[in-house]
Nanobody, 124 residues
Framework: QGRLEESGGGSVQAGGPLRLSCAASQISFSMGRLAWFRQAPGKEREGVATINSGGVITYYADSVKGRFTISRDNAKNTVYLQMNSLEPEDTAMYYC?????????????????WGRGTQVTVSS
């Protein structure tokens, strides 16, 4: 079973940036779609961004388009989420996901491997 470990979360004021990283081990990282999800208290887990195996095709939730950028470095087995112009509504636990079984990228159930998450808190 593969393992994912997120880092880079923290507290930031609105308008500021954060960069999340997710390091993978014991999985074929270079294969398959990767994604970032987030979950705020009392809300469902939602897809934030996804990137294909080649790092060329990306999709984003409407709420983060133009502010967040997903990227990956297959040589380092790492996926990143650059978050700019953060808003209080972005406050959530952020998770990376791998092991996609296909289908709608924003559906959490298609991903088989998850990290434990990193907390992002944005204050106004």
């Amino acid at each position: 079973q593969g393992r994912l470990e997120e880092s880079g979360g923290g507290s930031v004021q609105a308008g500021g940036p954060l960069r999340l990283s997710c390091a993978a081990s014991q999985i074929s990282f270079s294969m398959g779609r990767l994604a970032w999800f987030r979950q705020a208290p009392g809300k469902e887990r939602e897809g934030v961004a996804t990137i294909n195996s080649g790092g060329v095709i990306t999709y984003y939730a409407d709420s983060v388009k133009g502010r967040f950028t997903i990227s990956r470095d297959n040589a380092k087995n790492t996926v990143y989420l650059q978050m700019n112009s953060l808003e209080p509504e972005d406050t959530a636990m952020y998770y990376c996901a791998a092991g996609s079984t296909g289908g709608n990228w924003s559906r959490a159930e298609q991903f088989l491997v998850w990290g434990r998450g990193t907390q992002v808190t944005v204050s106004s």
